[in-house]
């Protein structure tokens, strides 16, 4: 039996939301992968505690939040096969340490601003394929919302992504 975590998700808003979920479910279909929503993974921590209440906490006076974007990129893990790979920023630090806060949790998860746009086991040429033929249209991201997800940690399948749970939500003041 897996371990349960709570991942903290940041959700892009419109219109990179739109472009982000059309993306994933055409690479889902042709890859026969999951499809899953666009977010960017801000925290992962212990499945022990109210996330409604940590999301309270943590988004306390918070604005949007807008990452830059770098680049597509590849990877051989299965979670981050195909991901767009976000400039680091202090406001996403800082947001990290105030979930980490709010949930009393000493995770060693090490936040690296990325959104995924496939999970699948595929050779390295495949891959570099297509970081390469996938162009983003925005050279920046506005996020106006976060989530809380129960997840299997480590997530290493279709099945694993399948049983992601939405735990609770809370979108971001203006």
């Not at 479910?25 to 921590?45: Q, S």
């Not at 306390?60 to 920023?89: M, Y």
Request: proline fraction near 5%.
């Amino acid at each position: 039996m897996k371990k349960t975590a709570i991942a903290y998700w940041l959700i892009p808003a419109e219109p990179a939301g739109s472009f982000f979920k059309r993306t994933i479910v055409d690479l889902a279909r042709r890859y026969n992968a999951p499809v899953f929503e666009p977010h960017m993974t801000i925290y992962v921590g212990l499945d022990r505690v109210e996330a409604e209440e940590v999301i309270e906490k943590a988004i306390g006076g918070c604005r949007l939040v807008q990452a830059k974007v770098l680049k597509v990129c590849e990877s051989g893990e299965f979670i981050k096969t195909l991901f767009v790979q976000f400039a680091p920023d202090r406001k996403l630090h800082q947001f990290n340490e105030t979930i980490r806060d709010a949930a009393q949790d000493s995770s060693d998860y090490q936040l690296n601003p990325h959104l995924s746009l496939l999970y699948k086991k595929m050779s390295i040429l495949a891959r570099r394929h297509l970081a390469h033929s996938i162009k983003v249209p925005f050279s920046e991201v506005t996020f106006d919302s976060i989530k809380a997800v129960r997840c299997a940690l480590p997530t290493r399948s279709r099945a694993d992504v399948e049983a992601w749970r939405v735990v609770a939500t809370k979108l971001l003041s203006g």
